[in-house]
């Protein structure tokens, strides 16, 4: 069965592929069917929020079901930023090299029991019969103080979980315990109730 991602992020893609691949599904975007499909306003107040926006989206212009992630990082020490407005922080969207730039800049001087942070991820699957269902997943680490990796994206190479950057997880390694991986084994427990 293909579900339309309403995302052309390739590594979201890759990501969601190899975990949902065993279920029999086909995770494809609108590019790979010789369509296009606009982005849709991102107004939502709440990761769950944002996901089920593009969900709905996708799944009444492609006309199947849909699947959308709003994800992002939530550092406690500046109250839950960059929080939805993750791919933003510096002003651009999807500029890695300044929204890492100005997080390492908001905690210069911050000490590392006071980096906490945790990545989110809602996913929401819309079904052109209306039906809707809509997971969370989290991973809890810290900030560092550098970079450090070239693995994954985003925040990666300054989340740090289990004494290591995500930037040096294996793909593999991080769909075991990321947020969109947990988020991803979530909405397969609920795809199995409903396929």
Known sequence: MDFILASNNQKKLAEMQRILAPLGINVVTAKM??????????????????????????????????????????????????????????????NDEANNDLLLEKLIGVPMEQRTAYYVCAICCVFPDGREMTVRGECHGHIGFERDGSEGFGYDPLFIVNGRAFGRYTAEEKDAISHRGNALRALTNELEKQL
């Open 33 to 94: 069917l010789g369509k296009e499909l606009e982005d849709v306003e991102e107004n939502g107040a709440t990761f769950e929020e944002n996901a089920a926006i593009k969900a709905r989206h996708a799944c009444k212009e492609m006309h199947m079901p849909a699947i959308a992630d709003d994800s992002g990082l939530c550092v406690d020490y500046l109250d839950g930023a960059p929080g939805i407005y993750s791919a933003r922080f510096s002003g651009g969207h999807g």
